[in-house]
C-alpha cells in the first residue's frame, strides 16, 4: 500500500483556472484532485480506454458533452470510455475523479 502526503502529492499541475493534483497512481487506477475557480472550463473531449469515476466536493459545475447537467457537492458521476465530456465550474469547486487506467499524460514525469 502506498500513501501520498497532500503537501508532497505525486504530481501538481497548475491548470487554466485551477489546480490539478495527482494524488495516487498505480499500473490500473489514478485519483486526481482538481480545484477549479469560478468560470473554469474543461473543454468536451473523451478518454478511449479509460472510465472516469468524479465526485464533487465543493461548489457545483455544468456538464458538457453527452451528459447536459449541473452537478453540485455531493453529487457523482461516470463517464464511460469514448463518451465526451467537458465541464464548467459555476462558482469554486473541488473535484476528486478517479481514472481506470490512469490518464498517461497525467503520470508522475
Do not use: K, N
Not at 501538481?12 to 489514478?30: F, H, K, Q
Not at 473523451?46 to 457545483?60: K, L, R
Not at 459555476?90 to 473535484?95: A, S
Amino acid at each position: 500500500m502506498d500513501v501520498t502526503d497532500w503537501d508532497d502529492p505525486t504530481r501538481i499541475d497548475d491548470i487554466d483556472g485551477g489546480e490539478r493534483r495527482v494524488l495516487a497512481c498505480t499500473d490500473d487506477l489514478m485519483v486526481v484532485h482538481y480545484a477549479l475557480e469560478a468560470g473554469a472550463e474543461g473543454d468536451p473531449h473523451s478518454h478511449e480506454e479509460t472510465t472516469q469515476a468524479s465526485f464533487v466536493i465543493e461548489g457545483s459545475l455544468e456538464l458538457r458533452g453527452a451528459y447536459s447537467r449541473t452537478v453540485e457537492a455531493g453529487d457523482s458521476y461516470v463517464v464511460p470510455p469514448g463518451t465526451e465530456h467537458g465541464v464548467r465550474a459555476l462558482e469554486p469547486c473541488r473535484v476528486v475523479d478517479a481514472f481506470a487506467p490512469p490518464l498517461e499524460e497525467y503520470r508522475p514525469d
